[in-house]
Nanobody, 124 residues
C-alpha cells in the first residue's frame, strides 16, 4: 500500500505561480502512474494532469494545457504540478492519485489510491 501526501497549496493572486508536490510513502518499491485532480466548491472532481511511471508520457486537461506542467522525481518518490498563470477558476482542492498503469489517465475511477488534497485559492 502506498500513501500520498500533497503540499504546496495556498492563496495567491491571479497570474501567480504555485508548485504542488505529492510525496509517496509506504510501498515505494513499485513505481506508480500518477494523476492530479481538482474539485472546486459545488462542482465535481475533474482531471487536471497525469504522468506515466517513467515520466515520458504526460496528459493534461484542456483548461490547464500550456499553463500547468506535471513532472516526477522517482528517486524522491515525488510528483509535482507546476501551475503558472493561475486564474480564479483554478481555485479548488487539488488531490494526487496513484495507479499501476497509465491506461485511462483521465478516468478518476481507475485510481485506487488518493491523497487528502491541498487547497489552492486564486484571488482576482
Amino acid at each position: 500500500q502506498v500513501q500520498l501526501v500533497e503540499s504546496g497549496g495556498g492563496l495567491v493572486q491571479a497570474g501567480a505561480s504555485l508548485r504542488l508536490s505529492c510525496a509517496a510513502s509506504g510501498r515505494t518499491s513499485v513505481t506508480y502512474a500518477m494523476g492530479w485532480f481538482r474539485q472546486a466548491p459545488g462542482k465535481e472532481r475533474e482531471f487536471v494532469a497525469a504522468i506515466s511511471r517513467s515520466g515520458v508520457s504526460t496528459y493534461y486537461a484542456d483548461s490547464v494545457k500550456g499553463r500547468f506542467t506535471i513532472s516526477r522525481d522517482n528517486a524522491k518518490n515525488t510528483v509535482y504540478l507546476q501551475m503558472n498563470s493561475l486564474k480564479p477558476e483554478d481555485t479548488a482542492v487539488y488531490s494526487c492519485a496513484a495507479k499501476l498503469t497509465i491506461v485511462s489517465p483521465r478516468d478518476q475511477s481507475e485510481y485506487p489510491t488518493w491523497g487528502q488534497g491541498t487547497q489552492v485559492t486564486v484571488s482576482s
